[in-house]
């Protein structure tokens, strides 16, 4: 079993664009015997309202999605490339129709209570939920961007939370 450090948010040092864009991270909710997860290349980290946030967001018809809603917490678990193949089936096929745990081979973790996260993590963030919206189109300053990526009306649900933790791999 991976032995993971709690660390300072501050100490962080990494890119975040490249760790979130081209990395991916895996966004879970849930609990033992009830979670899911999903692969995410959207998302950002920062201070906001004088704490440690990171954001991310979820389609209302990802499977992922009532897991978010329903749990205080949200996890962000980043891997490394060694683990893209795993990504790329966690982000293709939804946990309603396949055990997706089973398949990919990832092993996940509940000793943090409330909390699901994964023994092969590198990097993984424990957020607790501070904000939720969904994003409408007519907010939308710049007409493209839900033209590009909101076609069909299916706007994401943003969460900003709170980093409670942020653990390292030893």
Known sequence: MTQFEKIDPKSLNENV????????????????????????S?????????????????????????????NELI???????DKRSELNLLGSKSGRDIDKMHICGLTP??????????????LVI??????????KNENFTDKSVPAQHYGSGDTHMLYILEIKSMLAAQ
Not at 126 to 135: C, S, V
Request: glycine share 12%.
């Open 17 to 40: 664009f490249r760790l979130i864009g081209d990395e991916w991270m895996l966004i879970s909710a849930g609990v033992e015997g009830n979670f899911n997860c999903m692969t995410a």
């Open 42 to 70: 959207w998302g950002g980290m920062g201070v906001l309202w004088s704490r440690p946030t990171a954001a991310c967001v979820i389609r209302p018809q990802r499977h992922t999605f009532e897991f978010a809603e329903k």
């Open 75 to 81: 996890t962000l678990s980043f891997f490394g490339g």
């Open 109 to 122: 973790r509940f000793d943090i209570p409330g909390a699901v996260y994964y023994d092969e993590a590198r």
């Open 126 to 135: 424990i957020g607790r939920k501070l904000y939720a919206d969904t994003f």
